[in-house]
């Protein structure tokens, strides 16, 4: 058993179908698996219970009922007082939430609903096995009215892609895994990031060895938009950063504040990663299809986004463009834009909508969010649990993209996806809220 976050290397998700093929093969050789669940949910109750207490135990009638049994029993043997039923003791020191699991695939009874109330009013910490009971397991978001808020989740034999993305991480607390001994057998549904290498300089390098990006955006009285995305792309490590700014005099200088950052448009630098859309504007619609039948990479973002949704034509020349040289950073309204759906219908299932952008247009999504989901056609998904609110606030999205693919001009839209939305995750693990402009330079720092 083992705390899971912050992740140190990739690690695989499994979905429910494949959660349970995994659980029923296992169950064939080791017939004492929830035997090693309950000591394991019991080790994990006697570090974190609070007091004299007795241990709450609510458990329902599937496996997660069977391994809170199990575990009630393991805490008897430590002389711990235990209480097991859907009421409420007096003062408990822990609850441990064993009411429903895996299986869960709709909203809970009346008669479910009842404890689920009554963990969350009855003022002891509580520890979810394997889910949150009333979260669903591949989507992250609450089955019906109510989930349980857990302080502590331990998730069993598997991961499961709900407790990263969605509600998921606001609803499982701090999370713990225990494989139980047993490795998978198939394949992952998707991949939890883990950090990525940063890419090393050969000693021979030169700027002109690490890539050129090319901003366009920055609409007047949006011009910070693309100035951050430019500035995180040099501080990424890019050879040579421009920026095409509407609207500026012909003597004004790219960005007062980053000398660096040079002015320039397409015809200057056509091989360049074009960063496209951060503070746009509906005037991007006339300059984008030049620009995707040009730019041999594109990450599109913002009002880009906004225009390719309103314009099939644009939509057509996305399709069109090589595999694995265009990404996408929608966060949720823009993915529904582009999808013709509605936020509430991409929310419920991330992952899915994702995966559903990423075939109609062909091409490598990042769909922003609490567990950003990385989506490409030819890829198997990936689930960043790097992150947290900080990263709320205007102007993060903009250095991300900026950040994405400014020094592995070479690399694949999935790869550099990936590492970068992990690396902008971690930068941003701070209390508080953090500005953009400072988010660049903790992006530089980590490198």
Known sequence: MRPLLPTTTTLPLFDVAASRRIEARALLHSPDLMARAGLAIAK??????????????????GNNGGDGHVAAQR??????????????????????????????????????????????TCGAPILAVDLPSGLLADTGQPAGERAVRADHTLTLLTLKPGLFTGEGRAHAGRLWFDDLGVAPDEAPTADLLGPAAAPQRR?????????????????????GAA????????????????????????AEVADPGRPELMRGRLDDVPQAVGVIGCGAGGAIAATLP?????????????????????????????????AGSTLLTPHPLEAARLLGRDTTSVQADRLASARDLARQLGSTVVLK???????????RPALCASGGPALATAGSGDVLAGW??????????????????????????????????????RLAARR
Do not use: F
């Not at 700027?207 to 009285?221: C, I, R």
């Not at 620009?291 to 309103?310: C, E, F, H, M, Y």
């Open 290 to 322: 030049a620009l995707l039948q040009s730019l041999p990479r594109v990450v599109l973002d913002a009002d880009a986004l906004n225009a390719i949704a309103a314009d099939p034509a644009l939509q057509a020349l996305v399709r069109t463009r090589p």
């Open 369 to 379: 969010g609490s567990g950003s989901v990385i989506a490409s056609p030819a890829e």
């Open 203 to 223: 000693p021979t390098s030169h700027k002109g060895s690490h890539g050129q990006v090319l901003v366009v955006g920055g609409a007047p009285g949006m011009q």
């Open 75 to 120: 805490l008897l043997e430590a002389a711990v007082p235990v209480h097991v039923g859907h009421v409420a003791p007096e003062h408990p020191s822990l609850v441990i939430d064993a009411l429903l699991g895996l299986g869960l695939n709709r909203a809970p009874s009346a008669e479910l609903l009842a404890p689920i109330v009554a963990m969350a």
């Open 404 to 441: 994405l693919w400014a020094q592995e001009p070479d690399a694949s839209a999935h790869t550099i996806a990936c590492a970068g939305v992990d690396a902008h995750g971690r930068a941003g693990e701070v209390a508080g809220v953090l500005r953009a402009a400072d988010l660049v330079e």
């Open 227 to 250: 100035r951050l995305a430019a500035r995180a792309a040099l501080a990424c490590g890019a050879g040579r950063v421009y920026v095409d700014l509407p609207g500026l005099a012909d």
């Open 44 to 61: 994990l109750a006697l570090a974190l219970r609070r007091g004299p207490g007795p241990v709450w135990i609510v458990c329902g009638p």
